[in-house]
């Protein structure tokens, strides 16, 4: 494994040559000694995270810490690297650690970036989950997008979307699975942040909703939550967003069968909107 990542790469981030793949991260991530080197798809947007994520102060939770390079770059030759964070995935179980987890990381990071104004990296390379997002959020119009199929599945979520008056922040938009990790005597730790503009809120309600679509998590779970402003519409979008990221990658037959998935989420959402 030792020609995946140049060795100019390793000696920048002061990792050995020793390198061995991790679970997860798309078979491409690395650990070498305690650090983890991996792709780095959005080298403008990294940019942007990683110096504000060397500032959180976790309590409450473990973050896996952007490592920068001797010379200074957040972003060697396609590379980026973190801290190494110990635990396992699985939030069935534990789902509470891993909700209060998400507020405590959410709220430091709030304060260490606590602008109104959506940071001019975020967004700045458009993907599948960007469109989708602007999708989710009415910021591109879905009455355009798509065939009649697709119309039919979606529309009466669509249609159940009410406006949130909640403050936007950067955001986790993809807290759960493999990005929460649980460790005996250790708070959840929080990695691969995907970073969106939304509430935080939303983070939650992702959360939640894959554990429950894909993970084994009760629907029940969602009552954990009361005193979540806008549960339900929040709840909405993540399942909107999770459709529109399977239709867009993989056409309809992928929609049909995550709609099923978040099925009992979206009825919930709809009954508590």
């Known amino acids: ?14 990792a050995s ?5 991790l679970h997860g991260g798309q078979e491409t991530t690395f650990c070498c000694d305690s650090i983890v080197v991996k792709p780095c798809s959005n080298p403008v947007e990294w940019t942007g995270l990683a110096p504000l994520l060397t500032q959180l102060r976790p309590v409450g939770y473990r973050v896996a810490k952007p490592i920068r390079a001797f010379d200074g770059r957040w972003e060697v030759d396609g590379w980026m690297a973190t801290r190494l964070v110990e635990g396992t995935a699985g939030i069935k179980g534990r789902e509470v650690e891993a909700l209060s987890a998400c507020r405590c990381f959410h709220q430091e990071l709030s304060m260490v970036y606590n602008s109104t104004k959506c940071p001019d990296w975020l967004g700045y390379y458009p993907t599948v989950y960007w469109k989708a997002d602007q999708l989710t959020w009415g910021e591109l119009p879905f009455s355009v997008e798509f065939n009649d199929d697709v119309h039919e599945f979606l529309k009466p979520i669509v249609e159940a979307l ?7 922040q950067i955001t986790h938009g993809d807290p759960g699975g493999d990005n929460i990790l649980f460790a005996e005597n250790q708070a959840p730790a929080i990695i691969d942040i995907s970073p969106y503009w939304r509430p935080s809120g939303y983070a939650i309600a992702m959360m939640l909703s894959d554990g429950i679509a894909w993970e084994g998590s009760e629907l029940s ?7 979540e402003p806008y549960l339900g519409q929040l709840l909405l979008r993540a399942v909107l967003f999770r459709l529109f990221v399977s239709v867009l ?9 995550n709609f099923s998935a978040y099925g009992p989420i979206t009825q919930w959402a709809l009954d508590h909107r």
Do not use: H, Q
């Open 1 to 14: 494994m030792t020609s995946i990542i140049p060795s100019r790469v390793l000696s920048l981030f002061g």
């Open 17 to 21: 040559s020793e390198v061995i793949p």
């Open 162 to 168: 009410s406006p949130i008056p909640l403050n936007n």
């Open 221 to 227: 779970v969602l009552e954990l939550t009361p005193d």
């Open 249 to 257: 990658w993989k056409g309809l037959p992928s929609l049909v069968e």
